[in-house]
Each structure stands twice: as C-alpha cells, then as structure tokens.
C-alpha cells in the first residue's frame, strides 16, 4: 500500500478508515470496504513497536462493530500464507479459511482467503 492507495481509501464513501494513535504516534490502521452485505478489510496494520499491545483487537473489533451496525453480515479478507502471525491472530478472532489463492502476492507468494460472519450470520453459524 503506498500513500496515495491510501488516500484513495480515505475519500471513498464506501471505505473506512480507522487510526490508533497515542498523543503524535501513530500506532496503527485498519482500511475496510463495504459492499452490500459484506465488507472486505483491505488492511491491518500495527507499528511494530505497538504490536502485541491490544492495537489491532482494538482496530478491527471497532470496524466490525461499525459494519455490523451497517447491516454487514460477512467480513472477508486476505493474508500472507506465510505470515502465521497474521494468520493466527485472525483465527482467534473468528475468522476462518475459505480458500486458497495461488500467487496472490506479486505472483510468487500464496495468499489465504479468511471469513467471519457477523450478527445474524454468526448467530446462524453458532452451535446451540
């Protein structure tokens, strides 16, 4: 993502951008694209030295509260097969695998395709 993608982001009505930010630092973001009745979390990022802090929960429980205040039934999204940081991160969050992407990443690194219901949805995916 480069800083114009960026600010492309942040003037498109059908994205939001959340920021984490302690008095001048900036200690991360979140970008999340709405369709219909799913949303796409486009990024995540923490600052390296704010990670493992509460930053990203933080982030991305506030953009799926603000989709399912929207009517979203389904975040989805996309990481690096190999960052098992990211991977598991998500997996604690909800999400699960959905597919993969062969060379998703600049055609040489794949890419796994994740998914979390929300409200209804979750609630219909739920065990009684």
């Keep these: 993502w480069t800083p114009p993608r960026v600010q492309r982001a942040v003037a498109d009505a059908r994205t939001n951008v959340c920021v984490a930010v302690q008095r001048t630092s900036l200690l991360g973001f979140g970008i999340m694209v709405y369709a219909d009745d799913t949303a796409h979390l486009s990024l995540l990022a923490v600052n390296p030295e704010a990670r493992r802090q ?33 991977l598991a991160f998500y997996s604690r969050h909800g999400y699960r695998q959905t597919g993969l992407v062969a060379g998703m990443y600049l055609g040489v690194e794949d890419g796994v395709r994740l998914e979390k219901p929300l409200g209804l949805a979750a609630s219909l995916n739920t065990p009684p």
Excluded: C, F, K, M
Aim: hydrophobic share 50%; proline share 0%; net charge neutral.
């Design 54 to 86: 509460g930053v990203g929960t933080a982030l991305l429980q506030w953009l799926e509260q603000v989709a399912g205040v929207a009517g979203i039934e389904r975040v989805q999204l996309e990481a690096r097969r190999s960052n098992v940081a990211a």
